[in-house]
């Protein structure tokens, strides 16, 4: 049974990097064609699919947050990072990584099968 578990700060201050880490039990994060995703969800807003990373190291970002986020990974820890640059109250969420095989990049965070618990984030001064 692959696990997740999401690790980071709960507070951030405005215009600093948010960085998230999730650690993957159960399963190898090279596994081929499983993709490894950071998706979040604002209070009382649905869930947002932010990127991933693939079994292959290959990332993706959605359009309207890839100027300011980067996704990486250590496969010896088997773990993956989030990393938001520049970030605003705006930014506040519960954050969760999530994991999926499939053919192509999963964006849809319904179609993710694994989840982590989710941590709570706030960006404030």
């Known amino acids: 049974q692959v696990q997740l578990q999401e690790s980071g700060p709960g507070l951030v201050k405005p215009s600093q990097t948010l960085s998230l880490t999730c650690t993957v039990s159960?399963?190898?994060?090279?596994?081929?064609?499983?993709?490894w995703s950071w998706i979040r969800q604002p209070p009382g807003k649905g869930l947002e699919w932010m990127g991933a990373i693939d079994y292959d190291g290959s990332t993706y970002y959605s359009p309207s947050l890839k100027s300011h986020t980067s996704i990486s990974r250590d496969t010896g820890k088997n773990q993956f990072s989030l990393q938001l640059s520049s970030v605003t109250p705006e930014d506040t969420a519960v954050y969760y990584c999530?994991?999926?095989?499939?053919?192509?990049?999963?964006?849809?965070?319904?179609?993710?099968?694994?989840w982590g618990q989710g941590t709570q984030v706030t960006v404030s001064s």
């Open positions: 159960g399963g190898s994060i090279t596994a081929s064609d499983w993709y």
């Open positions: 999530a994991g999926a095989s499939g053919v192509v990049v999963i964006t849809t965070p319904s179609q993710y099968d694994y």
